[in-house]
T-cell receptor, first 108, second 115 residues
Framework: GQNIDQPTEMTATEGAIVQINCTYQTSGFNGLFWYQQHAGEAPTFLSYNVLDGLEEKGRFSSFLSRSKGYSYLLLKELQMKDSASYLC?????????FGAGTTVTVRA | KAGVTQTPRYLIKTRGQQVTLSCSPISGHRSVSWYQQTPGQGLQFLFEYFSETQRNKGNFPGRFSGRQFSNSRSEMNVSTLELGDSALYLC??????????????FGEGSWLTVV
């Protein structure tokens, strides 16, 4: 089976940094994705990790440790538009298994 | 470069009817997968196609079916609609559906309401 856990909600102040953790236990692993989803919209791709380590992309970074079944998404210099749900997903056998999502609220 | 295109965007159907949703992947992408998103269950995998072959299927009843055409476009069909089928149906595409830097992109989705 697939078990992917991430916190339900997080709140942070504009300009701050927030780290969203994701732990997973899956029967197989071909990579880990992070998506951003605003209310009423489709998920948009943020990052992808298949090897251990840190991937940096502008204000967003993602880290993966396959041995620990752990990933995090780091959002720096938070902006109001970053208020959204962030989804952690594991790819295995052509299928993405998603966590329930973390709702991030950015306050002024 | 056009993204993943889904049609229709919104639709309302009556219980017992059937519905067909369409997806055109990003040009060059041959893997198309479908997901259902509901507030209670989150995002759940329906099926994945590559070169007209279904390679994986999620835990949904047989009322949910799909297919892929030779141009990589895909359709999914839900027959005998139930109220619980009301959801956002998302299509995603990638070059091969596997790893090795293969980004998976989602379309804007089809909002289905069953009344």
């Amino acid at each position: 089976g697939q078990n992917i856990d991430q916190p339900t909600e997080m709140t942070a102040t504009e300009g701050a940094i927030v780290q969203i953790n994701c732990t997973y236990q899956t029967s197989g692993f071909n990579g880990l994705f992070w998506y951003q989803q605003h209310a009423g919209e489709a998920p948009t791709f943020l990052s992808y990790n298949v090897l251990d380590g840190l991937e940096e992309k502008g204000r967003f970074s993602s880290f993966l440790s396959r041995s620990k079944g752990y990933s995090y998404l780091l959002l720096k210099e938070l902006q109001m538009k970053d208020s959204a749900s962030y989804l952690c997903a594991v790819l295995n056998d052509y299928k993405l298994s998603f966590g329930a999502g973390t709702t991030v609220t950015v306050r002024a | 470069k056009a993204g993943v295109t889904q049609t229709p965007r919104y639709l309302i159907k009556t219980r017992g009817q059937q519905v067909t949703l369409s997806c055109s992947p990003i040009s060059g992408h041959r893997s198309v997968s479908w997901y259902q998103q509901t507030p209670g269950q989150g995002l759940q995998f329906l099926f994945e196609y590559f070169s007209e072959t279904q390679r994986n299927k999620g835990n949904f009843p047989g009322r949910f079916s799909g297919r892929q055409f030779s141009n990589s476009r895909s359709e999914m069909n839900v027959s005998t609609l139930e109220l619980g089928d009301s959801a956002l149906y998302l299509c995603a595409s990638s070059f091969t559906g596997q790893s090795s830097g293969n980004t998976i992109y989602f379309g804007e989705g089809s909002w289905l309401t069953v009344v």
